[in-house]
C-alpha cells in the first residue's frame, strides 16, 4: 500500500517565477493537505482540499493555489515566487476531513527561491 | 488564535534514559493532538493520536497524555535510544491544525 507520494523532491526556482508542486494520497484517503515548513519552524497550514474543492484555508496569501483532481491527487501552485516561499512543502491526507482521523505525511518537497 | 509551544527546543540525553517532551496550547477547544517525528530533511511520521475525550495513548515505549482543561500534553519515552534522534513535533486540530516548532532530541549512544 503506496503512503503519500510528492514531487518533485527538490526544486529551485527564480523569484518571480511559478512553481508546481504534486501530491498524490494514500490509498483510500479522499482529503489532501498543504503545509509549508520553514527551516526551524512546525509545518504551517496552507490549505485543504475535499470533492476538488478548497474547504478551508490558512493564512496565507492569493499567490498559493491549489487543485484537487478526481483521483483524489492535489497541486500546489505558488505564483510570483519570493525569497521567503523557500520551504520545505508537505503534503498530508487523511479519510474524513481535517478534524478526524490520522493525517499520513508526504517526504515534501524541498523549493528554494533564489 | 490557537498558539501550540513545545519545551524544551533542543533535549541531549544519554542512551537508556527515560525522557518527557513538552507540548502546550491556548485554546481546549480542540478535536485531537497528535505527536508526530521528523527526521532531518524528511516528512512527519505520525507517532500517537489522541482523541479530545481520551486521557493519554501509548505504542511501545512511547506515551502521550493529554490533559485539555490546561492545554498540555506530554509525550514520555521510555528507555531512549540512539535511533530515537529526531524532531518531535505536536499538532493541535481545532478549525484548524496548528503545529509547535518542535523539540530535537539527541540520544547519545
Known amino acids: 500500500d503506496a503512503g503519500v507520494t510528492q514531487s518533485p523532491t527538490h526544486l529551485i526556482k527564480t523569484r518571480g517565477q511559478q512553481v508546481t508542486l504534486r501530491c498524490s494520497p494514500k490509498s483510500g484517503h479522499d482529503t489532501v493537505s498543504w503545509y509549508q515548513q520553514a527551516l526551524g519552524q512546525g509545518p504551517q497550514f496552507i490549505f485543504q482540499y475535499y470533492e476538488e474543492e478548497e474547504r478551508q484555508r490558512g493564512n496565507f496569501p492569493d499567490r498559493f493555489s491549489g487543485h484537487q483532481f478526481p483521483n483524489y491527487s492535489s497541486e500546489l501552485n505558488v505564483n510570483a515566487l519570493l525569497l521567503g516561499d523557500s520551504a520545505l512543502y508537505l503534503c498530508?491526507?487523511?479519510?474524513?476531513?481535517?478534524?478526524?482521523?490520522?493525517?499520513?505525511f508526504g517526504p515534501g518537497t524541498r523549493l528554494l527561491v533564489l | 488564535k490557537q498558539e501550540v509551544t513545545q519545551i524544551p527546543a533542543a533535549l541531549s540525553v544519554p542512551e537508556g534514559e527515560n525522557l518527557v517532551l513538552n507540548c502546550s496550547f491556548t485554546?481546549?477547544?480542540?478535536?485531537?493532538l497528535q505527536w508526530f517525528r521528523q527526521d532531518p530533511g524528511k516528512g512527519l511520521t505520525s507517532l500517537l493520536l489522541?482523541?479530545?475525550?481520551?486521557r493519554e495513548q501509548t505504542s511501545g515505549r512511547l506515551n502521550a497524555s493529554l490533559d485539555k482543561s490546561s492545554g498540555r500534553s506530554t509525550l514520555y519515552i521510555a528507555a531512549s535510544q540512539p535511533g530515537d534522534s529526531a524532531t518531535y513535533l505536536c499538532a493541535v486540530r481545532g478549525n484548524d491544525m496548528r503545529f509547535g516548532a518542535g523539540t530535537r532530541l539527541t540520544v547519545k549512544p
Open positions: 498530508a491526507s487523511s479519510l474524513v476531513g481535517l478534524a478526524e482521523g490520522t493525517q499520513y
Open positions: 485554546d481546549s477547544a480542540i478535536y485531537n
Open positions: 489522541i482523541q479530545s475525550s481520551q
